[in-house]
């Protein structure tokens, strides 16, 4: 089955940029989303296909997708930014969806 | 408002069953696919379960299949999932989404808690 694998955690200072990474077998040909989760709360989607926004959510997060790797950007990063955030695919040839195993975002 | 609230957790035997439940408000329930994705103690997301907006096709992630049963009912707004032959790797928290597309889960309950004593 598709894997898709995040580095565990990323530490970024206040007013910094995050760059959070998802890795997979020719990730750019599919459409990757991703989800922020704080402690004690459910998920929310933050980018969508690749690079698109849900309606509240701020223009930091953007996102990209090419090759291999699949990156989320947060720019101006805040203390509120603080979560475990996860990247998901459709693996067509499974009709799974698949998620990667999170990326802790520590603002210093 | 798009509102999922889910229900029907709680502490069961290993080998047993349990009946979970999804009430949709604020979107046209029957015009979207909906998931179940969990989330055992301190771990990551895992997606179990989807279903398409006519109930007519159903996906399972594979250390279900066999076991879990999800359906739904487009007159009550409702999602479920069936679990059956419970085992203590089925605790977790487990969510409701809205999906769009198929694709991606734009919508979420707050959370129903499964707990399987062996």
């Known amino acids: 089955s598709y894997v898709l694998t995040q580095p565990p955690s990323v530490s970024v200072a206040p007013g910094q940029t995050a760059r959070i990474t998802c890795g997979g077998n020719?990730?750019?040909?599919?459409?990757v989303h991703w989800y922020q989760q704080k402690p004690g709360q459910a998920p929310v989607l933050v980018v969508y296909d690749d690079s698109d926004r849900p309606s509240g959510i701020p223009e930091r997060f953007s996102g990209s997708n090419s090759g291999n790797t699949a990156t989320l950007t947060i720019s101006r990063v805040e203390a509120g930014d603080e979560a475990d955030y996860y990247c998901?695919?459709?693996?067509?040839?499974?009709?799974?969806?698949?998620f990667g195993g999170g990326t802790k975002l520590t603002v210093l | 408002e798009v509102q999922l609230l889910e229900s029907g957790g709680g502490l069961v035997q290993a080998g047993g069953s349990l009946r979970l439940s999804c009430a949709a408000s604020g979107f046209t329930f029957s015009s979207y696919a909906m998931t179940w994705v969990r989330q055992a103690p301190g771990k990551g997301l895992e997606w179990i379960s989807g279903i398409n907006g006519g109930g007519d096709s159903t996906y399972y992630a594979d250390p279900v299949k066999g076991r879990f049963t999800i359906s739904r009912d487009n007159s009550k707004n409702t999602l479920y999932l069936q679990m059956n032959s419970l085992r203590a790797e089925d605790t977790a928290v487990y969510y409701c989404?809205?999906?769009?597309?198929?694709?991606?889960?734009?919508?979420w309950g707050q959370g129903t808690l499964v707990t399987v004593s062996s």
């Open positions: 998901q695919v459709w693996d067509t040839s499974s009709d799974h969806r698949v």
């Open positions: 989404a809205k999906t769009t597309g198929l694709r991606y889960f734009d919508y």
């Open positions: 020719n990730i750019g040909s599919r459409s």
